[in-house]
């Protein structure tokens, strides 16, 4: 909070002059005092003090005439020194919220380049890799069981005939069964897409 002025020239041309001659003699050494002092600084105290002694001399000088040119004294307010727990802890949640931030913007984000023409030749190849399986695995199901069912019912048919006859019974049964299993599951893949 201010308590002084820092003196202008026109209070020092006062003081130093004859302006103020019909002052008490001790409050224009006390004026003349602070003027000399460092950063000429005049107490509030005095300036109220020689205020009033203008009005009561009856001078034509007034008070803010004086302080014309002069500035108000802030001083300097002392800062405290931080406290080092309060400050290790800002630190840690300055870090904690800077690294959430940054796991929120990284979220959706992958290593790999999604937008490249290799990136969408690797999901084609995937594509394809899947279905060449998928009709591999069809055909051998299907070839598996036309092969057991031949060599199996060798004990119940004795023609060849009918041991043909069964085996692609079987077979084409297998193999429906197998379309359906796959017709379902790839109508779950389209209904994720």
């Known amino acids: 909070m201010a308590s002084a002025v820092r003196a202008g020239p026109r209070l020092r041309r006062a003081a130093e002059g004859g302006e103020l001659a019909g002052l008490p003699a001790g409050l224009r050494a006390e004026l003349r005092a602070a003027l000399a002092s460092e950063g000429a600084l005049v107490p509030f105290a005095l300036l109220r003090s020689l205020h009033a002694a203008l009005r009561e001399a009856g001078s034509p000088l007034h008070l803010h005439e004086l302080l014309e040119g002069s500035e108000i004294h ?102 429906l069964a197998e379309l359906y299993i796959m017709v379902r599951t790839l109508e779950g893949d389209l209904g994720k897409l």
């Open 74 to 175: 802030l001083p300097e307010v002392p800062v405290p020194p931080r406290n080092p727990e309060l400050v290790a802890r800002l630190e840690r949640i300055k870090a904690k919220l800077a690294n959430e931030e940054y796991r929120q913007m990284t979220r959706n984000i992958t290593g790999q380049e999604t937008n490249g023409t290799l990136a969408e030749f690797g999901r084609q190849v995937r594509s394809v890799k899947a279905v060449v399986i998928t009709i591999f695995n069809f055909i051998v199901t299907v070839v598996a069981a036309f092969a057991c069912t031949y060599l199996g019912s060798q004990y119940v048919f004795a023609e060849t005939a009918a041991r043909v006859l069964s085996a692609v019974i079987v077979a084409s049964v297998v193999g």
